[in-house]
């Protein structure tokens, strides 16, 4: 069971975006790395195409490894590690650590 997933809201904890928080577009999971909306941007070249009749410099968001991020807690608007148990009905469920809110 993947601990973050696609439309979770993560804050990151690491690199030159330290303390942003955004939501997952993406997953990587071969690559352990994760694309979070705005964050991480670095600029990419591009060159005037039928579609694209202008070109320039735009800029994309980059993947971030996933041990940068932590899911964002609703309760406590803070980062929280997630713990895997087991639900009522026998399926397996993320909880946060501390304040045991589940995330679905």
Do not use: W, Y
Not at 1 to 12: A, E, K, L
Not at 53 to 68: F, K, L, M, Q, Y
Request: net charge positive.
């Amino acid at each position: 069971m993947r601990r973050i997933r696609r439309n979770d809201m993560v804050i990151i904890i690491a690199g030159t975006d330290k303390g942003k928080t955004g939501k997952v577009v993406k997953v990587l999971p071969g690559e352990d790395r994760v694309i979070v909306e705005q964050a991480n941007l670095k600029k990419k070249h591009q060159r005037p195409t039928q579609a694209n009749r202008t070109g320039g410099i735009v800029d994309v968001e980059a993947p971030i490894h996933i041990s940068n991020v932590q899911l964002l807690d609703g309760k406590t608007n803070k980062g929280t590690r997630i713990k895997v148990s087991v639900g009522k009905d026998g399926e397996k469920v993320r909880v946060a650590a501390k304040s045991g809110t589940t995330f679905e």
